[in-house]
């Protein structure tokens, strides 16, 4: 972790412990992020030395349904498994994966709420909106004060959403280029993806 940068004393936000985490996708280092606003631990997956420019870098939103039980309803699962793949032949590179961000935001009961709507005729956006909810509750404050802490100065983000980008750059990060990070649709989520194409303004081809 980077001893150079100074990280402000009066953060929510506190570095729990770091350990070696092997996975199909190559050797990874794995840290803990204590995060007392959201009440959660956020981890990031890393390898190599990070601290520096031009890192390639994913900040992935929870999703159990799609990271855990392979849900065909969004393309989250495999974007998660492309941003490890990507990073591992890199060979430097992180992953913040930030909890508290299920269903952009809105929880996995809501969100399970919104996909009820979303089989009734609703799209995304709109599901989320006639719970109550805005499209996009998600803060990123975290993930600043994870690069900071690990010394990262610039990124190359994986990501397709250009509000992401605005948002991280509202908070400080560099992000020196944005890479694409598309993967294949299914007949489930190819309404999903054109929501997120045609109403959030994603870079989807
Ligand atoms: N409210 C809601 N959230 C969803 C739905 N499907 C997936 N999510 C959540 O969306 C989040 C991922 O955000 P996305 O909009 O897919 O992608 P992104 O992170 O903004 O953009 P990329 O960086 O390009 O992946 C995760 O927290 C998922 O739980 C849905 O139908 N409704």
């Not at 975290?142 to 010394?151: H, K, P, T, V």
Request: proline share 4%.
């Amino acid at each position: 972790m980077s001893d150079t940068l100074p990280v402000p004393a009066d953060t929510p936000f506190v570095r729990g412990h770091t350990a070696r985490l092997p996975t199909r996708h190559g050797d990874f280092s794995i840290t803990s992020y204590r995060d007392a606003q959201l009440q959660v631990e956020h981890v990031v997956m890393h390898v190599g030395d990070v601290a520096g420019e031009a890192v390639l870098m994913r900040i992935h939103s929870e999703c159990l349904t799609g990271d855990i039980f392979g849900s065909l309803r969004c393309d989250c699962g495999p974007q998660l498994e492309l941003a490890l793949q990507r990073i591992a032949l890199a060979g430097r590179g992180l992953l913040i994966y930030m909890r508290g961000h299920e269903g952009r935001g809105i929880g996995i009961t809501e969100k399970l709420k919104a996909y009820t709507l979303q089989d009734q005729g609703l799209d995304t956006v709109d599901a989320n909106l006639a719970l109550g909810h805005a499209a996009d509750l998600r803060r990123f404050d975290a993930a600043a004060f994870i690069l900071q802490d690990m010394g990262v100065r610039s990124v190359r983000l994986l990501s397709n959403n250009p509000l992401k980008v605005l948002a991280l750059e509202e908070l400080g990060i560099v992000v020196q280029a944005r890479q694409p990070h598309e993967v294949p649709s299914n007949p489930e989520n190819a309404g999903y993806l054109r929501t997120k194409r045609d109403r959030m303004g994603h870079w989807l081809g």
